[in-house]
């Protein structure tokens, strides 16, 4: 260090001098290269840095500075170096870190500075940052600054050209710095296309590449330099950076005026015309008016054509339409405005005419220049109806005053019409400028609006004074054409709800107000009912369906004409809403064409009949009907127990017939009339149904004969009561089954609507309650006279039958002391029965003598059953032998049994006896 | 003590890649500092488009290209913004970085705030990104001053 800092020591520009300088060098791209094998890259590039500045500083000393060429020429090599030395380091193991705040974060290793970076990792957690000189960056961005100083280099030399004294500026002068710029900058290129990600749009090789243009325009290779403008020229325009776009259009017109070629300038000068140009507005339409009075196009008929698609437009344009929807056959009135900006001139554009295209197959409207119109700031230009392409008629051309002034604007104003549904918007504009023989064609966008600029959405109310309505809709550029709606009346009649098994008539009323001629079809949904056990199902023509009924045709309505259609609705189940979507679609078919028409649109007319099939309006509504029951049925259910003994098993019929000695039901069931309305109840059948377990013997209405039809109101209430006979147990009885009811009423009724109008008959069914018959294995039956005469000795007896199939059964009976006061008793007093074996029943026997007179209470017998206590309680033996359970007791003189017979059977002997005198 | 960071250039991008104002503080360098607006938004895209999102608006240093370092931020409604500082042979604390693009950010915050803004406005609906055009034209100077008087304190703490 001391060796370079003092001239005494090493005088510059000597042989060793030279020699320790690039001795220094390398040893700097070795120690760069160790760090970088240890991934500090942080301490790499700041050593390289301080390499770099140290020399710099010597290098003024030695008569090197920055203001020379040698300095800068030395520059790009360190920075060549360095790029090479990173770039053979990516072919191995050597990755570029990323530059993400997160990856610093406290805690999280520091990506960025690498594993062995501690002084600097140090430096990092304390204050939580970088030195971006110490950021490495892939090796594109080394070769960027090599190229960079590699032009700094050539500015020196340059500048230095005069003094020829400087020393090495033999040497220099043979050097061809742009070419070694241009390999650099090509190199960075190449590495900047390597390292961009799919997601970038290669915005910094775009830079590069304009670095590259430039660089050979410095040149003086135009063509190439040409190639490139094209090429970037693509994507700035696009994205609208115009600051980039103006000094970059300057120098591909430098290019081309060097080429010589006319047209690409013509059409360069208009691309910048539309760019503006900030510093001397005006100045580039002068150009291209001189270049066009100066030349010749290379052939006189040939039109220049320049496309300003997508890139800045010259004028602001605008569409509006007043209204966003326009029926077919109605005229839509708009209003296209051009706007010249108010930053630029284009006061001398040569504008010959201006075509605007629709998007369909419209005639465009031609603006022709005319210098004698107006020239108000704010001209409006009438045209009236645009018409079809292959309407008669002249093609739309206006005369205006196409040169603009700052912030001019030219309004155009016209209808438009369709005479199909359409979505109508200006497609194009085409400009013609027209100067000495030249003929350019410009493509223009359409409603869009230079950088920076807004016109704001104005609709022109009035020209003097000028005065503008804001139309703010998002869809103000493109109007929709829709077909006339259809002008129909739908209307629904119905009762308010319908009762569940009616045929319920639901009137579908269409009246035509419209003036043409309507097809109307009807279709019907029937949506899913969301209870369970719901049917339901619409009829109409005698189509049956639950779903869907497509198509009902209610034929052409004329104008005025009403057509009605009756559907029928049928619920049943269960009580819930109904719900019914009707699709009413109408269809102009074989109309008569819109009122609205010209004599040039009869050409038309029979694409529009062809096209009227899609002229289909619908009109959809959801009927919800509630459906309720007519009917609310209670049951009462009655168990009788069979008296009669249990057929022996040796007799026939037990085995192959029917027995019908299981017990008898009484059904008795009520009706209550629960519907909003009266009902006519034309008649109530019990309708049998075959069963081998239960059978309806009789029912009262067979008995009582006619009492319908009957008129009932909502409330009223009858009954119905019915005997069933139930099997015998030993066959088909599962234990605890229910019987399903043997039969059900179908009660025929109808809707009163009014006094002398009824409803269609509709029938009910419903069925008879599931049957469950009390289980009951030992069951006692009580027979006593019911009258006895003093004295006179009657007989008491006792049968206690084991309807248990399969066990037998140990009963004791026991008579109760404190009961027994009225008469005098012969017979068991307490005591055990012999075993009853399955099926078999035992009969005990007693002598009373009646001692008093009057209504006398029998003797109260307690028969318990231990059996069944024993096999309840498996091993608790002794407690079931001392409890039981206790036997019912029946007095066979009445033998029922109420309700669903719970087994818990207490004898309920209430019953006495009549003892005359 | 790391020395504040020196502002050369400010940069607001709509969501649409479009530059809403570039502010440079260094006379007749202004080209230089569009292209590095420009080419900053390769860098944030790849940033904010890569496998993991960043969960911050900070981006972090971008690039460092010629003599300055550029660093990104991205407003939660997607608006960029890229600052440019010169090169100094210093760390450059995240934290200054971070508080100079909050003040940026809430500099654009307040002036598109700016009602009238939209009294020109194109369209009605929410989506209308008109203001942030109108907010960096010439017309509205709320965030020029703003922008120049972040600049302005910035210098003030430089020693």
Avoid at chain 1, 169 to 197: I, R
């Amino acid at each position: 260090m001391i060796m370079f800092g003092s001239t005494a020591i090493l005088p510059p520009r000597t042989k060793r001098w030279a020699e320790a300088k690039v001795l220094a060098d390398t040893i700097n791209v070795k120690i760069t290269k160790f760090y970088l094998y240890n991934h500090e890259y942080a301490l790499a590039l700041s050593h390289c840095n301080s390499h770099m500045r140290r020399f710099a500083d010597f290098s003024r000393g030695w008569g090197i500075g920055e203001e020379t060429f040698e300095y800068w020429s030395w520059m790009a090599r360190q920075y060549r170096v360095l790029a090479e030395l990173l770039e053979q380091g990516a072919r191995s193991t050597l990755t570029f870190p990323i530059h993400i705040p997160g990856t610093r974060t406290p805690g999280g290793a520091p990506g960025a500075l690498g594993p062995g970076g501690a002084p600097l990792e140090l430096d990092a957690g304390r204050t939580m940052g970088l030195n971006p000189n110490h950021a490495l960056q892939h090796p594109g961005h080394y070769y960027y600054m090599a190229a960079r100083c590699t032009e700094a280099r050539r500015e020196r030399f340059l500048a230095s050209e005069g003094l020829t004294t400087a020393p090495g500026y033999a040497n220099e002068k043979k050097v061809d710095h742009l070419t070694l710029a241009l390999e650099l900058y090509t190199k960075a290129y190449e590495l900047f296309k390597q390292h961009s990600s799919t997601a970038s749009q290669g915005r910094l090789t775009l830079w590069i590449a304009y670095r590259i243009a430039l660089t050979y325009y410095e040149s003086g290779k135009f063509e190439m330099a040409v190639r490139f403008f094209e090429r970037i020229t693509k994507t700035y325009r696009r994205e609208k950076w115009n600051t980039l776009l103006r000094p970059l259009y300057t120098t591909w017109y430098a290019c081309t005026q060097k080429l010589g070629d006319v047209e690409l300038s013509v059409k360069l000068l208009v691309e910048m015309i539309a760019c503006g140009d900030v510093d001397e507005p005006g100045s580039l339409q002068e150009d291209l008016l001189t270049i066009l009075r100066s030349s010749v196009p290379s052939s006189a008929d040939d039109v220049l054509t320049v496309d300003l698609i997508e890139c800045e437009p010259i004028w602001d344009t605008l569409l509006i339409f007043w209204k966003p929807e326009a029926c077919v056959g109605e005229e839509a009135s708009f209003q296209f405005t051009l706007s010249a900006p108010a930053n630029n001139d284009i006061s001398n554009l040569p504008v010959d005419s201006i075509m605007i295209m629709f998007s369909d197959d419209y005639k465009p409207i031609t603006l022709r220049h005319c210098a004698s119109e107006s020239s108000e700031p704010v001209r409006m230009i009438c045209v009236n109806q645009v018409h079809l392409a292959n309407a008669d008629g002249q093609p739309l051309e206006v005369a205006a005053n196409l040169r603009w002034r700052a912030s001019d604007r030219v309004i155009v104003s016209g209808t438009i019409l369709s005479a199909t549904p359409i979505t109508l918007s200006v497609s194009s504009l085409v400009v013609t400028l027209k100067e000495s023989g030249w003929t350019i064609k410009i493509n223009h966008d359409v409603c869009t609006t230079r950088e920076g600029t807004i016109i704001p959405p104005y609709w022109l109310s009035s020209l003097n004074p000028v005065q503008f309505i804001p139309v703010r809709r998002d869809d103000r550029s493109n109007v929709v054409f829709r077909h006339r709606p259809h002008r129909l009346s739908v209307s629904f009649s119905h009762q308010q709800q319908a009762l569940l098994d009616e045929e319920f008539p639901i009137t579908v009323e269409i009246v035509n107000s419209d003036d043409r001629h309507l097809d109307v079809v009807v279709d019907i949904l029937l949506q899913p009912a969301e209870v369970d056990e719901a049917v339901q199902y619409i009829v109409h023509n005698g189509q049956k369906s639950s779903g869907l009924i497509k198509g009902a045709e209610c034929g052409v309505i004329a104008p005025g004409a009403s057509v009605g259609k009756t559907f029928i609705l049928v619920a049943s189940g269960a009580a819930a809403s109904r719900t019914i979507d009707v699709s009413v679609q109408s269809n102009a078919a074989g109309s008569t064409l819109p009122t609205v028409h010209r004599p040039t649109d009869l050409s038309v007319s029979s694409s529009i009949s062809s096209l009227s099939a899609s002229d289909t309006n619908e009109f959809l509504q959801t009927l919800v009907i509630p459906a309720t029951a007519p009917f609310s049925v209670t049951h009462d259910v009655e168990y009788q127990i069979s008296l009669r003994p249990a057929r022996p098993l040796s007799e026939l019929s037990t085995l192959v017939g029917e027995s019908w000695d299981g017990g008898e039901v009484i059904i008795m069931t009520k009706f209550e009339c629960v519907a909003p309305c009266s009902l006519e109840i034309e008649g109530l059948e019990l309708k049998r149904q075959e069963s081998n377990r239960a059978k309806v013997t009789q029912s009262s209405n067979e008995i009582d004969g006619d009492k319908f039809p009957t008129e009932y109101l909502t409330g009223d209430q009858f009954c119905n009561i019915c005997c069933v006979s139930l099997a015998s147990r030993e066959y088909g009885f599962v234990e605890g089954n229910a019987v399903p009811g043997p039969g059900e009423y179908i009660v025929t009724w109808r809707r009163i609507i009014s006094p002398s109008e009824c409803g269609p008959s509709s029938t009910t069914r419903l069925s008879l309650p599931l049957l469950l018959p009390p289980k009951d294995s030992l069951v006692g039956f009580m027979t006593i006279p019911s009258t006895a005469k003093l004295h006179v000795p009657i007989q008491m007896h006792l049968v206690i039958r084991n309807h248990n199939t399969t066990r037998s059964a140990i009963v004791t009976v026991a008579l109760d002391q404190s009961t027994v006061e009225s008469f005098v008793v012969a017979g068991l007093h307490g005591g055990r029965l012999p075993t009853i074996l399955p099926g078999a029943e035992e009969k005990v026997t007693w002598n009373l003598i009646p001692v008093e007179c009057g209504m006398v209470r029998v003797p109260r017998v307690r028969v318990m059953d231990y059996q069944t206590g024993l096999s309840a309680n498996d091993d608790g033996l002794s407690v079931s032998v001392d409890e039981g359970v206790p036997v019912q007791v029946i007095d066979a003189r009445f033998g029922a049994r109420i309700g669903d017979g719970d087994a818990t059977g207490q004898m309920n002997q209430t019953d006495k006896i009549f003892v005359f005198p | 003590m790391p020395q504040p960071p020196r502002l050369n250039a400010v940069a607001l991008i709509s969501p649409q890649n479009h530059p809403i104002l570039i502010r440079t503080f260094q006379k007749g360098d202004e080209l230089k500092y569009h292209y590095v607006a420009h080419t900053s938004l390769d860098v944030i895209e790849e940033r904010t488009s890569g496998k993991t999102k960043p969960t911050e608006c900070y981006l972090g240093l971008l690039y460092v290209m010629d003599d300055v370092a550029a660093y990104g931020y991205i407003t939660p409604l997607k608006v960029k913004i890229v600052i440019a500082l010169a090169l100094t042979d210093s760390v450059v604390r995240d934290a200054d970085v971070v508080m100079i693009f909050k003040a940026l950010h809430m500099a654009f915050y307040e002036a598109v705030s700016n009602p009238f803004l939209k009294l020109d406005g194109v369209s009605e609906s929410t989506a209308d990104y008109s203001p942030y055009q109108a907010v960096g034209s010439m017309k509205w100077k709320r965030l020029r001053q703003a922008v120049d008087e972040i600049h302005r304190a910035l210098c003030a703490y430089a020693p």
